[in-house]
């Protein structure tokens, strides 16, 4: 009986009833930022990959998640 005691008591006090506010906190990872001359070298090297390299594929993925930490990071402030 007791081992039931203690588990429900500290269920029951646990929950304070005035001061319930929850605080949710966005962590949005940083994004590199790259100067004008890196770009144009990675287009360039980007536009020399044949139509069907896998890194083009990887580069869309890197494209879209970049995108999405720019909202992620719009939406925190």
Do not use: H, W
């Amino acid at each position: 009986m007791m081992l039931l005691v203690l588990p429900m008591t500290l269920l029951l006090t646990a929950c304070d009833g005035t001061n319930s506010e929850v605080v949710v906190r966005v962590v949005c990872p940083t994004i590199n930022q790259y100067d004008a001359k890196t770009q144009e070298r990675a287009l360039a090297e980007y536009n020399a990959l044949p139509a069907g390299s896998a890194l083009r594929l990887f580069i869309g993925d890197y494209k879209r998640l970049r995108d999405q930490i720019r909202i992620c990071r719009a939406r925190s402030k």
